[in-house]
Each structure stands twice: as structure tokens, then as C-alpha cells.
């Protein structure tokens, strides 16, 4: 039994991997059984995107050794570009190798714990245990998600206890250097009753071109009345194929606000799930992307209703230029049950070229009487009267396109809440835009 | 000294013509005011001058100061110095009033020669406190949900920042109860100097009970039909364009006549 890898990973091959990680035996078990799964298992279907054809199983090899640092004054420049070197929690893992990470004093006091999700098997195997593809992601999904588990080489772990409010954002940046590299990165945000964080994260390629491929899951999990902001800036090199599933899950009185800055160069299946379980909880996923070349995308953004007074928001903001092409499924779901629940989404599309494609699809499924719902979507244009506004006030066309295309992408700029990405997000737009 | 000058000024719009040869010269220090009811071109002509996508001109010229505004890109125009106050300002989602302002006047500065954001800055603030204007209105997203007069005095706000030469300001009155007219009024004459011209286009008088105009101008069928000082604005105000249609033997005055 073997995955089709260049290299040919096999059964004990995930063993190894697994025993010499130090991995309690459950998790080993966990790996072994999706690898099973993984032979027989389909792949995800995104609609009206096929995929078939994609290669999401074979890369050069599993995981590559990369340098740690010692310091934060160690990083690399292209790191401390993006990092607040004040930034006081913070973790970078370098290709597949934990490099740095800390926790100011005060928030490992109180119990937060944030680390690679090796140490955290090792050191937190209950808490992993009860997270870790339990009732958020399940490894059985499909080919990829069984793909995840069994072969999983990074990724990271966040857990903030019980009434334990985080005021500075944590940060995590995957940084990718070496054009060899796979990333099966797994992670988990855990925020308990009561308690509140902010994580940002980072897919960070500096090689112009990938040979690896991508396979990202996160789980997020807003326990009874606790608050997470999750923003993310995805940045990963041409031809490094990309399946990424962020899903999150809020119980009673719980939010999940999502802010996305999907940037990839490389052609990526997109999904991003948010299931509204307890009551009166609340999911916002804002979203924006830009697709260049010939990279071809799929976006899945979900939100599920199963909770009373639940509210949920999807926006999506995609410029699609050169020859890319795009499809935007935004779904609201809302469950039987679910009374009173609100559900609104608004997709638009703005196309810089004629031969650039980008569908937004709009998708509401009710199977509730007693709730709201509402959704607006558009594909067009750089509407030709603002830029008349625009230039009737001296303002170059090109600047004025800028200007209406930086505003439309606004909306995820604007919220992410570290100085250093919010600034790379708005120059690596800049960079694709151009 | 600078001067606008629009000669025999024929404008389609998608194959209908609705200016039919407009003469019109604007010299700074001046304010002309157009008056003259609904549909005889007024809006088409501020279009016409500041290049509007939609508006086709098919014969006759405009020129500043012997230049062919004709030949030039719309921002280019607003660089030499002309600037239109638009009846429908657009929204822009996303992209704050005070970032657009600052890229509006650096698009007439040389790279390096920026303006500082201080400076800029007390400028805004200044020019606020004329037009009554809130604080917080810089950060809102361009026009985006802003009332009608909000977007009024927007306009004003952007002309007083800018500081044209030229300036064609499309009824800027409409919409504005009078305490707002009053406060927008202010800016205006604020502007005025012998290195500022202006066109003000209304179909109110009142307008010009708190801006004093030199040159009144009518404008039927698309032409401008009669031109005069101060006076004619009263004229117009208490008779009414009845006569002047009887004048000339006008009937219907709208540009689909004639």
C-alpha cells in the first residue's frame, strides 16, 4: 500500500516518520488508519471547478530539513519584514522545521499555550486528542483531509484556557524557502469558554517556483462565549499546488470572525467552513484574492447554521487579471431548527483582462421557516465612471485604478490586525495588481 | 490670467445630438452662471468640458489658455486646471476621502515634492470648519453613503483643496436645504480671486442671492440663447424664460426641438 509520491510513502514509512516524532501511539494509529483511508478515498469535489487532473499526491519529498533561529534578531529579512520584532507571541516553522517560538511570561502563566504541533502531541496529547480531527475536520472527508493526518509535517498548535483574554495577536508564519518542500500543516485554535485571541497567520514563499505541493487544514474552536479573530496571508509560490481547508466551530454565544488574504501564485482549492453550532453564536468571514497568470482557483466560503439567533456574514472581494480564472461558492446553510438565524453574503468580481474568467455563485439552502437571508453578487468591471470621478480630479488612470482596486480589496486589508502583514498584504496587491 | 473658451460646441450623446453650438468664454476672475430649465444641455455641457466617457463632442473646440482641452485625457484637463463639481458624485468603496484628496493634489505635484501630511492635514481641517463638515467625514470611504448635501459639500470641499483655475460646478445647489446653501455659498465666494473663474450651473435663482455672478447666460435647445449681467438672474427669477422664448420665437425649449 503506498501513496503515490515520488518518493513512495509507505505504511511504515508513516510509522517511522510517526516513532521518530516521538508521537503518542494514538496519534500513530490515527496516521496509519487515514493512510488506509487515503488509498481508496476520492478527492474533494469543489463545484465547478474539476480537478481530477490536479496533482495533490506526488512531490519531490516529505520533509526537508531546514535551520532554526536562535533569536529574533536571527530571522531571515524577508521574516522580520512581516514580524514586529517586539512581536511577543510567535511562532515560525521554516519549511517542515520548527524554527522560533515564543509566549511572553505572562499569557504561559496563565496556561496559553502556543507551539509546534509535534511538541504539542508530545507535551498536550489529551488536548490534541480532543481536537485533533475529532468534530471539526474529519480524515474521512476525502482523499486530502485522510492525506492531512497521515502525512502531516507541520503545523501548529494555539490554546488559550477558560476566561483568558489575549490582547496582542499571536502570530505564526510558515515560512517556505526551499523549492523541494511540502507542507501537510495541520493546525488547531482552540479558544475556551470565555476566553479571546487573535491569531495571524502566515504561508510565506520566498522561491519564485514550487516543486511540493500544499495540504493545509486548520481547526478552529470557539468554546461557550469566546471571541476569535483569525486573519491569515497566503503567499505561496507558483506551481506549489494548494488544497487548504480553514473550518471553524462556534458553540453557544461564540464568534469566529475570519479575515483572509488568499495571494497564492499557485492554483489552489480553497475551503473555508464555518459551522454555527451553539446558540446565538455568530461566524464572519471576510475574504479577498487576486488571481494572475493562468492560475486556476476555487473558493468555497460556507457557513453552516445550526444554532438558534446564529448569524452569519460571508464577504468576498476576487481581481482577476491576465488569464486566471476563479470560481466564488459562497454558501448559507441554515438547518432545521435553527429559528431566527441570519445569512447574508455578497460576492463580486472585479476582471482586469478579457481573458480572465470568475464566477460567483450565490447559494442559500433554508430548511428553516423563521430566519433571514440575503445575498448579493456582481462580475464586472473597473466601473468606468469612478474612474472618470477619479481622474476628474487629476488623478492618472492607472492610479485611479489602483486606487478603486487597493478599496476594493479593502475590506480584509483593513481588518487584519498586525501592522507587518496588513502592510504586506497591501504590497504583495500592489505587486499582482501591477 | 487664464481663460476658457468654448466655440460652436456640438455634443452627442449615444447618436443624440444635445448641443447644437455653444459659445462660451470663462476668464479667472469671473463667475458666469448658466440658468434655463430642464433638458435644454446645461449638465451636457459641463460633461462636454471636463470629458465625460459618454458624451461624444462632433464639432467646435475648447481651449485654456490656447490649449486644445479636446486632445486631453481627462485627468489631464484637471491638471491644466479645470475642475468639475459633479451632480452625481460616484462612490468609491474602500478608498477614504482624505487618501483620495491627498492623491488628487499630489497628482499636480512633481515626485519628491509631496505634500506633507501635516500640511495636509491642517488644510482639511480648515476648509471643514468653512463648509461645516465633521471630522470623521475624512475617513468615510469617498462619497460612500453620504447624504445628498454631504456630497455637495464634498465637491466644495475637493474645489477648495485643489484650488483649480477653472472651475464648472453642475447644480450644487440641488438638494441643499438653505442652511447648507448658505455654508456651500461660503466656500465658493472663499474661492473667488483674480486667479479663479467659475461656471455655476443652476436652474434656481437662489443660488445667486449668495453668490453674485458677472455674466448670466441662458441656455435653450442647446445653445446659450441670451447672455447678460447680474440682472438678468432677477429678471429670470420674477418673470420667469417665458418672455425670452416669446423673444425668440421659442416654443419648446428642451434640445429634442428645434
Known sequence: MTVETNSKMTEQDVRSFSEMNGEPSWFTELRLRSFGEAQTLPLPKPDKTKILSWNFTEFPVHTVQSSVFDSIEDLTEDIKSIVDLEQKNLYIQHNNTPAFSRVSEELAAQGVILTDIFTALREHGDLVKKYFMTNGVKTDEHKLTALNAALMNGGAFLYVPKNVVVEEPVQVVFYHDDAEASLFNHVIVVADTSSKVTYVENYFSTVPHANGLANIVSEVFAEDNAQITYGAVDTLAEGFITYVNRRGRAARDARIEWALGMMNDSDTISENTTNLIGDNSYGDTKSVVVGRGSQKQNFTTQVVHWGKDSEGFILKHGVMKDSASAIFNGIGKIEHGATRSNAVQESRVLMLSEKARGDANPILLIDEDDVTAGHAASVGRVDPLQLYYLMSRGITKQEAERLVIHGFLAPVVRVLPIEGVKKQLTEVIERKVR | ?258
Open chain 2, 1 to 258: 490670467m487664464s481663460t476658457l473658451v468654448i466655440k460652436d460646441l456640438h455634443v452627442k450623446i449615444e447618436d443624440k445630438e444635445i448641443l447644437k453650438g455653444v459659445d462660451l468664454t470663462i476668464n479667472t476672475g469671473e463667475i458666469h452662471a448658466i440658468m434655463g430649465p430642464n433638458g435644454t444641455g446645461k449638465s451636457t455641457l459641463a460633461s462636454a468640458i471636463m470629458g465625460h466617457p459618454k458624451y461624444e463632442v462632433t464639432q467646435g473646440s475648447i481651449t485654456l489658455d490656447g490649449e486644445d482641452v479636446l486632445e486631453m485625457e481627462v485627468d489631464e484637463r484637471a491638471r491644466a486646471g479645470l475642475f468639475l463639481g459633479m451632480q452625481y458624485p460616484s462612490e468609491i468603496s474602500g478608498v477614504t476621502n482624505a487618501d483620495f484628496m491627498r492623491s488628487a493634489m499630489n497628482a499636480r505635484r512633481e515626485e519628491g515634492d509631496e505634500i506633507s501630511l501635516m500640511k495636509f492635514i491642517r488644510e482639511l481641517d480648515k476648509k471643514m470648519e468653512v463648509l461645516d463638515m465633521e471630522q470623521e467625514m475624512a475617513q468615510r470611504y469617498l462619497n460612500e453613503g453620504f447624504s445628498g448635501g454631504e456630497k455637495k459639500r464634498n465637491e466644495i470641499l475637493q474645489l477648495m483643496m485643489i484650488q483649480p483655475k477653472i472651475a464648472i460646478l453642475d447644480e450644487i445647489d440641488s438638494g441643499l436645504d438653505i442652511d447648507a446653501l448658505k455654508v456651500v455659498s461660503e466656500g465658493i465666494n472663499q474661492m473667488r480671486s483674480e486667479n479663479f473663474g467659475c461656471l455655476i450651473i443652476t436652474h434656481y435663482q437662489r443660488l445667486l442671492n449668495y453668490i453674485t455672478p458677472d455674466h448670466v447666460h441662458v441656455m435653450m435647445q442647446g445653445r446659450v440663447v441670451k447672455s447678460g449681467g447680474e440682472e438678468l438672474s432677477h429678471k429670470l427669477e420674477s418673470e420667469g424664460y417665458d418672455w425670452i422664448k416669446v423673444e425668440l420665437g421659442i416654443e419648446d425649449e428642451t434640445v429634442g426641438q428645434a
